[in-house]
C-alpha cells in the first residue's frame, strides 16, 4: 500500500462519517425523546454536556475504522487487506453498534436516574 492508497481509505473513512454521526444521532434523539415522553422529567445542564460528550466519544470511536487501516498498512504490512468489502462490513456493524449501544445507555442513564 503507497501513501496515496493510505490517503484514499482515510477521504472513504471521513466521507461516511455524516452517515455515521446521523445514525447515532437519530437513535439517541429517539431515546431520549421516548423516554421524555412516558415520564415528567427534568433536563439539565449535565444532560447537554452529557449528551455532547457521548457525541464526541462516538465520534473518536468512528476513527477506529480509520486506525485500523494505518496499522495494518503500518505494522503488518496489509496482511489484514482491509477491502472495500471489508470496510463496508466494518463501517455496517460500527454504525448498528453504535446506534444500538447509544440506545441502550440511554435506557440506563435516565431510567437509573429516575428511580
Known amino acids: ?67 485500523m487501516e494505518l496499522f495494518d498498512w503500518y505494522y503488518f504490512k496489509n496482511k489484514i487487506k482491509i477491502t472495500e468489502g471489508l470496510r463496508y462490513i466494518l463501517f455496517i456493524g460500527g454504525v448498528l453498534f453504535s446506534s444500538f449501544w447509544t440506545l441502550w445507555n440511554i435506557v440506563i442513564c435516565f431510567k437509573m436516574s429516575y428511580y
Open 1 to 67: 500500500m503507497t501513501l496515496e492508497d493510505l490517503k484514499t481509505n482515510i477521504k472513504w473513512w471521513e466521507s461516511k462519517r455524516w452517515i455515521f454521526n446521523i445514525a447515532v444521532g437519530l437513535s439517541g434523539i429517539y431515546g431520549i425523546y421516548d423516554f421524555l415522553g412516558s415520564i415528567d422529567y427534568q433536563w439539565t445542564t449535565g444532560d447537554t454536556i452529557g449528551v455532547i460528550l457521548w457525541g464526541i466519544g462516538a465520534n473518536i470511536f468512528y476513527s477506529l475504522g480509520t486506525l
